[in-house]
């Protein structure tokens, strides 16, 4: 699993410096919205393997679990997806907004190739984190890093397009 984090995340940075770059020379909000988007999720996923941030959400988790009828470890899962889904939504439904109608075609398949992300980060992931099989750990790094590789793959084609055209102008 730790070669297939460590690709995850460097394909994240790469799509992130892309959109970034992309965005500052075509003066694209929706790329930065985009290129903030996957700098969260590397950060968050970061933050998840972090132990000072687990013990710290273990302690409200274990407090809450007193008053819901469920465990804290199914808490812990729940409240990090929710709080992604709602961070991730909202930044995607910004970037979709903010999208001028010449970059609208790539913003909404880079908000495709997003949700392809999210099925392998959330729902298989919640599978996985569940343990009922290891072919489900390896369906989310794996599902999750090709993706990715996708996802960089558009971006770098994104910026050589938008450098010949700017080259060309």
């Known amino acids: 699993a730790v070669p297939l984090d460590i690709l995850a995340t460097l394909f994240k940075l790469l799509s992130v410096a892309?959109?970034?770059?992309?965005?500052?020379?075509?003066?694209?909000?929706?790329?930065?919205?985009?290129?903030?988007?996957?700098?969260?999720?590397?950060?968050?996923?970061?933050?998840?393997?972090?132990?000072?941030?687990?013990?710290a959400l273990h302690v409200v988790t274990e407090w809450m679990e007193g008053f819901l009828p469920v465990s804290s470890g199914f808490i812990e899962l729940a409240g990090s997806f929710v709080a992604l889904a709602i961070v991730a939504g909202y930044l995607v439904l910004a970037a979709h907004?903010?999208?001028?109608?010449?970059?609208?075609?790539?913003?909404?398949?880079?908000i495709g190739v997003l949700f392809v992300v999210g099925i392998f980060v959330?729902?298989?992931?919640?599978?996985?984190?569940?343990?009922?099989?290891?072919e489900w750990l390896f369906a989310e790094d794996?599902?999750?890093v090709v993706s990715?590789?996708?996802?960089?793959?558009?971006?770098?084609?994104?910026?050589?397009?938008?450098?010949?055209?700017?080259?060309l102008t």
């Open 18 to 55: 892309g959109l970034l770059v992309l965005g500052r020379m075509t003066g694209s909000t929706s790329m930065r919205l985009i290129g903030l988007l996957l700098a969260l999720m590397v950060v968050g996923s970061l933050m998840i393997d972090a132990a000072w941030f687990n013990d």
């Open 97 to 110: 907004r903010a999208a001028r109608p010449e970059e609208k075609r790539a913003v909404l398949t880079l």
């Open 122 to 134: 959330g729902p298989v992931n919640a599978v996985a984190a569940a343990g009922i099989n290891r």
């Open 142 to 144: 794996f599902g999750q």
């Open 148 to 167: 990715l590789a996708v996802l960089t793959g558009y971006v770098s084609g994104l910026v050589a397009s938008a450098e010949r055209s700017a080259r």
